[in-house]
């Protein structure tokens, strides 16, 4: 046996290995509380602690959000009131014009066609009128001018009337070149002349005149038109 020189002592290797199995032990435990005390995750729908809500299932085709349009608005007065059939003679010719543009000039243009159309109706021994301003404003006038002249029928004048000659009116004034200090005015108009019986024609015209203003130009143009135009007045 080999005996260890005196004075020198052997490790203690009982103790090493005693702190070796307690670090190991310790660690090992330490991780068991760590992995331990983290919670699980858990399903919201099994485990959670507020209680479902169950909502009720959404209808196959939701409603619209749009609102309903409303109807169509009624005449607020019958044809005939507002054609102010009773307060026309039988027998009568009535006339109307009105601008097909909102400029001026046409403006004046179709005053001056529906003033000389009258005059001239006058003339000729007719019983003239014009048609009332509310057939204007509800759009009927120009219905009519339109080629839908039954509603003369339909607000009670078709047995009434004689004729009724409407008129939409544009015009166009410049200075002239042939004269100095002269203005020259084109005016179109589109008469639409209903007879007795329903009998209908339309024309398209267009004349030149000349003037030393525009009010003067407007009206020659008016008065050559009819002058060399008979046929606006036959069967009238």
């Known amino acids: 046996m080999i005996r260890e020189p005196s004075g020198v002592r052997s490790p203690p290797w009982f103790l090493i290995g005693v702190v070796i199995i307690t670090i190991a ?3 090992l435990i330490s991780k068991w509380i760590f992995v331990g005390s983290t919670p699980a995750p858990q399903s919201s729908a099994t485990n959670s602690s507020t209680p ?3 909502l009720p299932p959404a209808p196959a ?3 619209s959000q749009e609102q309903p349009r409303p109807p169509a608005p009624t ?3 019958p044809l005939a009131e507002i054609f ?6 039988s027998g009568v010719v009535i ?4 601008a097909a543009s909102t400029d001026t000039v046409s403006s004046e243009a179709s005053k001056q066609l529906n003033d000389q159309l009258y005059l001239a109706l006058r003339k000729r021994g007719r019983d003239v009128d014009e048609f009332r301003p ?3 404003a509800a759009g009927y006038f120009d219905q009519i001018a339109n080629g839908n002249i039954d509603l003369l029928a339909q607000a009670g004048l078709a047995g009434k009337l004689r004729a009724a000659l409407l008129s939409i009116v544009e015009a166009q004034c410049h200075d002239s070149t042939a004269l100095a200090g002269t203005i020259s005015c084109t005016v179109s108009t589109r008469i639409r002349v209903v ?6 024609s339309f024309l398209r015209l267009t004349q030149i005149g000349a003037g030393s203003g525009t009010s003067q130009a407007l009206a020659r143009s008016v008065e050559l038109l009819l002058e060399q135009h008979p046929e606006i007045f036959n069967g009238i």
Not at 95 to 98: D, F, K
């Open 95 to 98: 006339v109307g014009a009105r």
């Open 52 to 54: 479902a809500v169950l």
């Open 61 to 63: 085709n939701p409603p």
């Open 25 to 27: 032990t310790t660690a």
């Open 75 to 77: 005449p607020t007065k």
């Open 134 to 136: 509310d057939v204007f």
């Open 195 to 200: 007879g007795e019986q329903g009998r209908a």
């Open 84 to 89: 102010g059939t009773s307060t026309y003679s």
